[in-house]
């Protein structure tokens, strides 16, 4: 049973435009949100991750925005490039530190 | 900093061997080392957590007595798939984590059995 639930699966855009990926999760415990970009063949490298004290948070063209009371994080890739193509997974975790993962979203940035 | 490395990259097994792959944390002592498994347009799934010095915990159906995880230094972590067959095919990721902190995801491993 997932307990990070990701959309979409894929997604197309154009170069300049936003990239916006949703996730929402059930325990309540959870307490750290990152999110993970993956290219083909690599590991997953962190993107940027939030906590549930702050309901945004920007890192250059990327941004977690946070909702706790609706239990959905989203990522916004800003003027998406070619070079963003590559899945991206949300995660979440507790005290223990083990991350539970979205499903992964494919993202293609179309030139 | 926080650079994790994973030895080999990519190899090739024949069924019923074993193949072991290792997990460095490169510039930095991880308290806790996890292992993944990916399989192909799929997630990452946690197979295991392992802390230095003692025993791995598992997730629930993943079979300890196949994936063995040994952790014999803040630095290293080895996780030997015994008996391999071709369902072990897959891409298998370790991440470290120093105390509290983010985990560090290594480079991946990709076992092909043949």
């Known amino acids: 049973q997932q307990q990070v639930k990701q959309s979409p699966q894929s997604l197309i855009v154009q170069k300049g435009g936003i990239s916006i990926i949703n996730c929402a999760y059930e325990?309540?415990?959870?307490?750290?949100f990152p999110w993970y970009q993956q290219f083909p063949g690599k590991g997953p490298a962190l993107l940027i991750a939030?906590?549930?004290?702050?309901s945004e948070k920007k890192e250059g063209r990327f941004t977690i925005s946070f909702n706790k009371s609706a239990k959905q994080f989203s990522l916004h890739i800003m003027d998406s490039q070619p070079g963003d193509s590559a899945t991206y997974f949300c995660?979440?975790?507790?005290?223990?530190?083990?991350?539970?993962f979205g499903a992964g979203t494919t993202v293609t940035v179309r030139a | 900093g926080a650079v994790v490395s994973q030895h080999p990259s990519w190899v090739i097994c024949k069924s019923g061997t074993s193949v072991k792959i290792e997990c460095r944390s490169l510039d930095f002592q991880a308290t806790t080392m996890f292992w993944y498994r990916q399989f192909p347009k799929q997630s990452l799934m946690l197979m295991a957590t392992?802390?230095?010095?003692?025993?791995?915990?598992?997730e629930q159906g993943v079979e300890k007595d196949k994936f063995l995880i040994n952790h014999a230094s803040l630095t290293l972590s080895t996780l030997t798939v015994t008996s391999a067959h071709p369902e072990d095919s897959s891409f298998y990721i370790c991440?470290?984590?120093?105390?509290?902190?983010?985990?560090?995801f290594g480079p991946g491993t990709r076992l092909t059995v043949t």
């Open positions: 991440s470290a984590q120093r105390s509290g902190s983010e985990q560090y």
């Open positions: 939030i906590r549930p004290d702050v």
């Open positions: 995660a979440a975790s507790g005290w223990s530190y083990k991350l539970s």
């Open positions: 325990n309540t415990a959870f307490d750290y």
């Open positions: 392992s802390n230095e010095g003692s025993k791995a915990t598992y």
